[in-house]
């Protein structure tokens, strides 16, 4: 199940707004005043943005923080629903037809909101574009990426800890293709992304079944399912550092990832294929044991090839 909202509770905005950026925060306020921050720095940018923040039941003061040092900037305060709905929520609270949805923990390079509207003001049939994302040293995220076959996916996860070279691992982050050309993708980080509100609305927005991770794929899918096309833009940039919020709660964060690939690939299986189902579960556990264990022994760096959030990137707090 999917939502967004009807039109009629989202609308059409007032005349001359067009784009809105969502930060969707978590117990991690210093991230999204450096968010805003460097929104902000962007001068005219940010005179002609909606600016909402949801924040998901943050207990580090998160709420009074953003309202004291950004009158101008809407606060929607919520429990804690998971990364879906709270984008979601946000995607209500806004009213422009381009929507950038992006974490706490993101940091926009000057002209990055512009470009990524600017794309898809170019390009009609375009439903999401996302941006080029760096780590905060400047070394590449794998952002946008293609679908894998299963061959790709199976030998990325057997090797993937073992060498992460392996050309199947290069494959599965696409970094075999050249990050500073524009270009079609299958599915885009969630960690920034560009929506276009009336594809959004019409697939029903990401998916609430899904907690943490995941969202950004099986949206991105139905997003193409329905007959958008999704793209990386490379003039557009920001900066990313990863887990800002799950870091401190690892286990918990993979459990979570673990509920929602069970969930995705439930949703998938066809044919023979369900007779996989009661099996599932563990397999998706023992992979989240497995890769829990695995970033132990390496110093906290991620197996799924992302460096964790450490308490020297953006100075934020271990």
Known sequence: MTEVGTEAESGTGPPGVGVAVVLVSHDTREEVLGALASLAADAAAWQGLEVVVVDTGSRDGTVAAVRGARPEVRVLPLVNTGFARAANAG???????????????????????????????????????????????????????????????VLHALLGRIRADNPWTRRYHARDLDPGR??????????????????????????????????DVDLAERLRAAGWR????????VRHRVGASTSRARWRALRHHARSLDRYLA?????????????????????????????????????????????ADHGGRP
């Open 91 to 153: 995607v209500r609270a806004t009213h422009a037809p381009v929507v950038v949805v992006a974490n706490a923990d993101v940091r926009f390079e000057p002209g990055a909101v512009a470009a990524l509207a600017g794309a898809l003001e170019e390009h009609g049939d375009l439903g999401a574009v996302g941006p080029e994302v760096r780590y905060p040293d400047g070394t590449l995220q794998a952002s946008a990426r293609r679908r894998p076959d299963t061959t790709t996916a």
């Open 182 to 215: 524009a270009r079609e993708v299958d599915w885009l980080s969630g960690c920034a992304l560009a929506l276009r509100r009336s594809a959004v609305e019409q697939v029903g927005g990401f998916d609430p079944g899904y907690f943490l991770y995941v969202e």
């Open 230 to 237: 999704l793209r990386y833009e490379p003039r557009a940039r």
């Open 267 to 311: 949703a998938r299986l066809r044919g023979p294929g369900r007779l996989l189902r009661p099996l599932l579960p563990l397999a998706v556990l023992a992979w989240a044991v497995a890769t829990g264990l695995a970033e132990r022994l390496r110093g906290g760096r991620s197996t799924t090839g992302e460096r964790r959030a450490t308490g």
